[in-house]
């Protein structure tokens, strides 16, 4: 994978607020990562008309996301099509990985919206176990042995397809209208996957047509559940992401802003959030520069 650049500010979703908070984040001269492996906030865009977002009246919402992307994307920040897997922190920086290359950031503010999807059962409880939301991240731990790929989005079939060539057998199952595209070493189950089972590690995945038995559960969603992305974020009722006024989570250098946070889901409410997160951010990154020259300082002196 492709080591990139250190970034001072990565925003993982490329809705309002994360538009927001990436469009500020430029102009107050920081290096920003905006990560939308989208097509900016579907969920806007599909909105026929929207009457309260003040001095915008009557726009439908494909029309103001373009001028929200627009406005944003004018001031460079650097837009990554990718999805972020996971997220790791580390001692000065959080690594993101992605199914293409890793990346570095000193702060993080998560604008991933709501995660509709409903977890199979076993899901959460075998994760890293046999349960994997990245093929070409783990791929390799299951060579020679039976995977099945449980994809909600046509962007798994190049998974499936990779795993086909180090895998035993590869069991693909749509979870999509498309009529999938993958090649003849991959078999193709029109079923509906139910639960997971495993004692230590996945044994089986269960459909309402039958049991498989596999070693590993790819499962390949347009979103994740956030606290699968990044474990130990502190979740409230409803599995929204907990802040402070700031919009700071449990985890320092990481905020949270937008829909994720709870109701109201409105856009007004998702842009001030991405406004006030990297504020908090920026200030976060002051607070650690002057922590890092403190440090230095003193080191100078105690050589003097």
């Given at each position: 994978?492709?080591k ?9 979703g ?21 990560f ?7 969920k ?23 001028q929200?992307a627009d406005h944003?994307?004018k ?31 000193k ?8 995660t ?53 057998n ?26 997971v089972?495993?004692?230590q590690?996945?044994?089986?995945l269960?459909t ?11 499962i ?7 606290e ?46 991405g ?15 002057r ?7 003193d ?6």
């Amino acid at each position: 994978m492709t080591k990139k650049p250190v970034f001072d500010i990565a925003v993982i979703g490329g809705g309002p607020a994360g538009l927001s908070a990436a469009l500020t984040g430029r102009i107050r001269n920081k290096q920003v990562a905006l990560f939308e492996h989208r097509s900016f906030s579907q969920k806007l865009q599909k909105a026929h008309t929207v009457e309260n977002y003040l001095g915008l009246p009557e726009l439908s919402g494909q029309e103001m996301m373009r001028q929200f992307a627009d406005h944003c994307l004018k001031h460079q920040p650097t837009l990554i099509k990718e999805k972020v897997m996971n997220i790791f922190p580390g001692n000065e920086m959080f690594t993101l990985l992605t199914p293409d290359a890793t990346y570095e950031a000193k702060t993080i503010i998560l604008t991933t919206g709501v995660t509709s999807a409903v977890l199979l059962g076993g899901e959460r409880e075998l994760l890293g176990r046999g349960v994997s939301y990245c093929a070409t991240c783990d791929g390799m731990l299951y060579r020679g042995r039976d995977v099945a790929v449980i994809s909600y989005t046509p962007e798994g079939e190049s998974e499936a397809d990779y795993l086909s060539e180090i895998c035993l057998n590869v069991h693909y199952l749509p979870q999509y209208k498309e009529t999938p595209c993958v090649n003849d070493k991959v078999e193709v189950l029109h079923s509906k996957p139910l639960e997971v089972v495993g004692k230590q590690t996945v044994d089986e995945l269960i459909t309402d047509k039958g049991t498989l038995k596999v070693d590993g559960v790819f499962i390949l969603r347009h979103s994740d559940p956030v606290e699968n992305i990044l474990p130990g974020l502190e979740l409230g009722a409803g599995d929204v992401i907990l802040v402070k006024r700031d919009m700071a989570t449990n985890i320092p250098g990481v905020f949270a802003a937008g829909d994720c946070t709870g109701k109201p889901w409105q856009i007004a409410k998702a842009t001030g959030e991405g406004l006030v997160a990297v504020f908090s951010a920026i200030q976060y990154l002051d607070q650690q520069s002057r922590k890092t020259a403190d440090g230095a300082s003193d080191k100078i002196q105690k050589n003097v």
